[in-house]
T-cell receptor
Framework: RKEVEQDPGPFNVPEGATVAFNCTYS??????FFWYRQDCRKEPKLLMS???SGNEDGRFTAQLNRASQYISLLIRDSKLSDSATYLC???????????FGQGTELSVKP | DTEVTQTPKHLVMGMTNKKSLKCEQH?????MYWYKQKAKKPPELMFV???????INESVPSRFSPECPNSSLLNLHLHALQPEDSALYLC???????????FGPGTRLTVL
């Protein structure tokens, strides 16, 4: 079993759609959680940190369920510019080693 | 400002060449990282420097040699690489190892 697992992609959605990504992690000692987005041939960029209380940034909402070891990202009112690969990332606090999911590719179409 | 810079942006080298990748940050971060990323795969950690000391080496072949001259700079020295080493090499930094990591734009390396 992979340490961090994400929904397989790609997700192809129309503009304005709501899309949800899910992620599970295997190590219950995990300390911090993130969603990064990565555009084609670019570096990963931090989208959001994820907190137990849930957090929202505009059209983006992230949730963490420590009991189920589950992380989610909800994107409302999708824009063409949201097209990217979304990486679920977990930090076990093992000296800075991040554990990446395989990424979920999102394509938003007109 | 969360900027990490990397040079060069692109590098083509032969298997007998020696080259270096450079990474710089001026955010006062004390942890710096090298990652390797192949197409359609997530980044793979290579090395971690924490407070200018090498703290993690993910069993990387010795043809890759990291160096941290000071708290703002990180180099990756390359020698006798193989074509399968062609990839995007990403540098990242964080305030300290348990904090959020910020990535540089990467160096796209091609080994002929």
């Amino acid at each position: 079993r992979k340490e961090v697992e994400q929904d397989p992609g790609p997700f192809n959605v129309p503009e304005g759609a709501t899309v949800a990504f899910n992620c599970t992690y295997s190590n219950s000692a995990s300390q911090s959680f993130f969603w990064y987005r990565q555009d084609c041939r670019k570096e990963p960029k931090l989208l959001m940190s994820v907190y137990s209380s849930g957090n929202e940034d505009g059209r983006f909402t992230a949730q963490l369920n420590r009991a189920s070891q589950y992380i989610s990202l909800l994107i409302r009112d999708s824009k063409l510019s949201d097209s990217a690969t979304y990486l679920c990332v977990v930090n076990y606090n093992q000296g800075g080693k991040l554990i990446f999911g395989q990424g979920t590719e999102l394509s938003v179409k007109p | 400002d969360t900027e990490v810079t990397q040079t060069p942006k692109h590098l083509v080298m032969g298997m007998t060449n020696k080259k270096s990748l450079k990474c710089e940050q001026h955010m006062g971060h004390r942890a710096m990282y090298w990652y390797k990323q192949k197409a359609k795969k997530p980044p793979e950690l290579m090395f971690v420097y924490s407070y200018e000391k090498l703290s993690i080496n993910e069993s990387v072949p010795s043809r890759f040699s990291p160096e941290c001259p000071n708290s703002s700079l990180l180099n990756l020295h390359l020698h006798a690489l193989q074509p399968e080493d062609s990839a995007l090499y990403l540098c990242a930094s964080s305030q300290d190892p348990q904090d959020t990591q910020y990535f540089g734009p990467g160096t796209r390396l091609t080994v002929l």
